[in-house]
């Protein structure tokens, strides 16, 4: 069997595009230390088209529209990063966010932060807050060169 070509996590960034649209290059920066970040998991619906002579007496499904999900990333709590986050959330419009792989691999998608919210504060443990965003279209991987 071939040696592994598995990637661990670490290394991984968490950006948000700095450059106006239609600029390019285009420019990302890090919002924070992102501690874990969930890439957006598209889904497909489906519709159920069984009728009274469906085939062996099963159900038929049809796909019908994909929902590109959610991402959300967790950060140390730095002052930095949280007035990022503070500017994303308050930002109306649609933001393009990149995730960058330890090999060089990205995956970009288009989003809208749907909150900001703090983990609780404890007498022994890091400050850490999330960032929820409900993706719009979707993600666009990119394999390392």
Excluded: C, W
């Excluded at 590109?68 to 933001?95: C, H, K, M, R």
């Amino acid at each position: 069997m071939a040696a592994s070509q598995a990637t661990i996590g670490l290394g991984t960034l968490f950006k948000y595009r700095t450059s106006a649209a239609g600029v390019t290059p285009k420019v990302f920066a890090e919002v924070g230390e992102a501690v874990t970040i969930q890439p957006p998991q598209p889904v497909r619906e489906t519709v159920d088209v069984t009728h009274l002579a469906s085939p062996n007496g099963t159900r038929e499904f049809r796909g019908t529209l994909r929902d590109p999900g959610d991402a959300e990333v967790t950060f140390n709590f730095t002052d930095a990063a949280y007035a990022i986050a503070s500017t994303l959330f308050l930002e109306d419009n649609v933001q393009e966010f990149e995730i960058e792989y330890p090999d060089g691999a990205t995956e970009t998608f288009d989003g809208i932060v749907t909150g900001k919210p703090s983990e609780a504060i404890e007498v022994d443990s890091v400050r850490r807050f999330s960032l929820p965003i409900k993706v719009t279209g979707l993600p666009v991987y990119t394999e390392a060169a």
